[in-house]
């Protein structure tokens, strides 16, 4: 499960994201895809968000959502 839209600026968000953790545990990957207007922005100009701005907040916790999946697949791999 991945997480999108989060705003830790908002107790309901972080409530949300606990019980969710709480109740599907290693489902839940540990990156968080923030609120982030670049990545609103993007798709009205028809491009990712890494073609739009690699280095906004968004285009990194995507990133980070990649090298996170490709870190279980290969521990995965090694079971």
């Known amino acids: 499960l991945l997480i ?3 705003d830790s600026r908002l107790r ?3 409530q949300v994201v606990e019980d969710v953790r709480s ?3 290693y489902l839940v990957f540990d990156t968080l895809i923030y609120r982030n207007t ?3 922005e993007a798709p009205s100009y028809g491009k990712s968000i890494i073609m739009y701005d690699a280095v906004c907040a968004g285009a990194v916790n995507y990133l980070n959502l990649a090298q ?4 279980r697949n290969k521990l995965n791999k090694h079971e």
């Not at 996170?68 to 870190?71: A, R, S, T, W």
């Open 12 to 14: 309901l968000a972080r």
């Open 23 to 25: 109740h599907f545990k």
């Open 68 to 71: 996170e999946i490709l870190k």
């Open 38 to 40: 670049k990545l609103a």
């Open 4 to 6: 999108t839209m989060y």
